[in-house]
């Protein structure tokens, strides 16, 4: 018997889980691919310049880089926000900018985003800023409140469904925004700048929560320019740098005074490896 008797409405998801689920070897190829891929804003100027990237399914990787250098751009390509100029991005081995605009609610499932500022509607409760990722699903009343309090639970509020949500500290409104983003289990989590707005000791916390899903084999792209985060850690850093990657594979313990150049000029805390 199915575990869950209404699994044909909770993954309407066939679209991009349908390669795993027909060819087993899907699961092994990276969930995200970026082939050559420019961006421009400007005419003459790309903001994204020549961007080869491999992530793959499981992973946790900064993105990283100066203001400017394009970190939220790289990762509103993958939502689809805006669409690559030249180049391909592949997530689960499809070209998300040939999606077509009934496709991309279908891309966007299959993610979850989370922002510097939340995101969240501060005047509804806890539970109803989660619970709208699968009301929009149509998702049976029963199953969403099931799952809500699963995730709710996941990120550490369990049982504060009923609060008004601007009630909460900024680092628990933050919390509801991943409760939000992983409530419909998708395949890659991407989180621009979310510990932008906390202070150092939340920020390690949301941190360690998004480290947390990542156990679970969530892949995560995590946006940050704060160095000091940055190097407590040893994952995989993308360096990003007036559109180009420039990428360390390791964290930046792993560089022989990188912390020591990172505290003394944020900027420059990440060079480039090869080129
Ligand atoms: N929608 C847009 N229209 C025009 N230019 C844009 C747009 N989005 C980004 N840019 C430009 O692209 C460049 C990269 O911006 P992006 O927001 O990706 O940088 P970032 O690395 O995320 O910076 P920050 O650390 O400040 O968030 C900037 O020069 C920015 O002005
Ligand atoms: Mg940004």
């Given amino acids: 018997m199915a575990r869950d008797p209404d699994s044909k409405v909770v993954r309407p998801f066939a679209f991009f889980r349908a390669g795993v ?14 082939e050559d891929v420019y961006k421009y804003f400007r005419r003459d100027q790309p903001t994204l310049r020549g961007v080869n990237l491999t992530i793959e ?24 926000k805006h669409t690559v100029d030249t180049g391909r991005i ?25 922002f510097q500022d939340f995101k969240v509607v501060r005047h509804w409760t806890v539970y109803e800023n989660v619970a709208v990722a699968l009301e929009i699903l149509a998702m049976p009343k029963r199953l969403v409140r099931s799952r809500v309090a699963e ?17 909460l500290s900024g680092g628990e409104q933050q919390r509801v925004a991943v409760a939000r983003a ?20 939340l920020a390690i916390d949301i941190l360690t929560l998004f480290e947390e899903i990542n156990a ?18 040893d994952h995989r850093i993308i360096g990003i740098d007036e559109g180009r990657v420039v990428e360390a594979r390791t964290g ?10 990172a505290a003394s000029d944020p900027a420059s805390g990440l060079h480039a490896v090869a080129g």
Avoid: M
């Avoid at 060819?23 to 691919?33: C, K, Q, Y």
């Avoid at 679970?216 to 850690?233: E, M, N, P, Q, Y």
């Avoid at 930046?252 to 150049?261: M, T």
């Fill in 21 to 34: 689920q027909s060819d087993p070897s899907a699961a092994r190829r990276p969930i995200l691919v970026f």
């Fill in 252 to 261: 930046l313990r792993s560089w022989p005074g990188a912390e020591e150049r």
């Fill in 57 to 80: 399914r499981g992973e946790f990787a900064f993105v990283t880089g100066p203001s400017g250098a394009g970190k939220s751009t790289l990762l509103q390509l993958v939502y689809r």
């Fill in 182 to 201: 992983i409530v419909t289990e998708p395949a890659l989590i991407l989180a621009d700048e979310p510990t932008g707005n906390l202070d150092p000791h």
């Fill in 90 to 114: 592949l997530f689960c081995g499809k070209d998300v900018a040939r999606l077509k605009p009934k496709s991309i609610p279908y891309l966007r499932r299959n993610l979850g985003i989370v």
């Fill in 151 to 167: 995730a709710l639970e996941r990120v550490g509020l369990a049982g504060r469904g009923s609060e008004r949500t601007e009630n």
């Fill in 216 to 233: 679970t084999g969530t892949t995560v792209l995590f946006a940050t320019h704060d160095h000091s985060l940055i190097a407590k850690r």
